[in-house]
């Protein structure tokens, strides 16, 4: 069976790219499987671009998810997949042998964990975040960064390392982290966002607890689990490819994503300011004292020619001209315009813009705003606004008075470029 199966297409909207190249009968490999496991629905784990090729072959195909407070599958009309099973957390499913995944848990069952299990799972590479990569002025500066990044990089193998060692698998896997910022307009974030290699995780693992068999996955590499736990030793346990397969990607559809994404730049909803207010109404954040400056960019982070740049006050859900008198925290959020317009019309969650590296952000004071994010990345709700009513709304407001239609871009809570 699979474990989050991303074999096609970029994740968190077009940041992320494969590095590896997925074996050729891939598709095949896929819908012969017995059953998938997706872990979350973070889209480098839950890949629509896959899940589609997938319910067009095999619809039925048995998919667990556990009973997350968002269901894992919130954007299920994306595919048609017919059997999803929900499954409660703390029971285990068995499935022959006691395989631990711990992918992007900080502190698993918090740290309640079991000892010995066949296979553990688990993330290695660091770098998946927008911080502090994205971030700029103050003590953002690129050398600042990169101290940042080699001491937290240094911490997770550390831990990685010392979790294993503490629960003994038979066998360890460094499954998750093999992304790569392939786009040619991330290339200061694939140049400085360095990460931490499977190589360098065995390496420590093997001089810790050097009894822990440590497997790297490569495209085309099998594990043969029964074998390695019968026998460690024996050769036959892990098959190898021929020579000359291919291991890294070299080419990727950018044009067909970006294409896809940025074709939400000239959707009939952002011609009317009135757009921003009915957003962030849907959204639901406010009681919060935080505001927060949005500008919509070009792929450089300039400002895009007539897009929209705007407050929004979340202390009473207002759109004001200028910042407030009053004392407050302040973000400036850069946004792509073509990610920004796609997220805001599909109600998607803003890992695609924080995740995906496709913000600029600075803040003052310096402080994460954890309820800001966790709502806008968790909370939002689970259906996407009601565009055809806003339509039918501003332009019946319209129809009504001819004069708004010239009037409506000079609105109090925004401003164009």
């Known amino acids: 069976f699979l474990f989050d199966p991303w074999l ?14 997925p074996p050729a009968d891939w598709r095949e490999r896929l819908c012969g499987a017995d059953l998938i496991y997706i872990s979350h629905m973070h889209s480098d784990h839950l890949s629509y671009h896959t899940l589609k090729v997938l319910s067009e072959r095999r619809p039925d195909m048995p998919i667990y998810v556990g009973d997350t407070s968002r269901p894992v599958f919130w954007l299920q009309s994306q595919v048609k997949l017919t059997n999803i099973n929900v499954v409660p957390f703390g029971i285990w499913q068995n499935v ?20 010995n299990v066949a296979l553990m799972m688990s993330d290695f590479a660091g770098g998946a ?20 990044v080699k001491k937290e990089r240094k911490k997770l193998l550390n831990y990685k390392a010392s979790l294993v060692k503490a629960l003994q698998p038979r066998v360890y896997c460094p ?20 990460k931490n290699t499977a190589a360098d995780l065995k390496a420590l693992i093997n001089k810790q607890a050097p009894e822990v068999r440590v497997w790297t996955p490569e495209p085309g590499v099998i594990l043969d689990l029964g074998l390695a736990l019968r026998d460690p030793t024996d050769s036959r346990a892990v098959r190898v490819p021929p020579a000359d397969t291919k291991v890294y990607k070299d080419s990727w559809d950018f044009e067909l994503y970006v294409h896809e994404q940025n074709s939400a730049i000239s959707a009939d909803i952002f011609a009317y300011p009135e757009w921003i207010q009915f957003y962030y109404t849907w959204a639901g954040f406010t009681d919060y004292n935080l ?13 895009f020619p007539n897009g929209y740049d705007y407050l929004v006050d979340f202390s009473d859900l207002t759109f004001p001209a200028q910042r407030p008198t009053r004392e407050h925290c302040y973000l400036e959020l850069k946004n792509r315009v073509g990610v920004m317009r796609w997220v805001v019309l599909n109600g998607r969650l803003w890992d695609d813009l924080y995740i995906g590296f496709q913000n600029r952000i600075s803040r003052d004071p310096d402080i994460y705003h954890h309820k800001f994010w966790n709502h806008f990345q968790i909370k939002l709700p689970l ?13 019946s407001k319209e129809s009504k008075d001819p004069t708004l239609k010239q009037t409506s871009n000079s609105s109090g809570y925004c401003s164009l470029q």
């Open 96 to 115: 022959s042998h006691m395989i631990l995944n711990t992918v992007d848990c900080t502190r698993p069952n918090g740290g309640r964990l079991p000892q």
């Open 129 to 148: 975040s927008g911080f502090p990569m994205t971030f700029y002025g103050g003590k953002y500066t690129d050398s600042w960064k990169g101290e940042f």
């Open 291 to 303: 505001v927060v400056r949005v500008t919509e960019t070009d792929e450089d982070f300039e400002p």
């Open 383 to 395: 259906q996407r606004p009601d565009w055809d009513k806003f339509l039918k709304e501003v332009r």
């Open 8 to 21: 096609e297409g970029p994740a968190f909207a077009r940041g992320w790219w494969l590095l590896h190249e």
């Open 175 to 194: 499954f998750a982290g093999y992304f790569v910022e392939a786009h040619p307009s991330d290339r200061y974030i694939k140049e400085t966002n360095t």
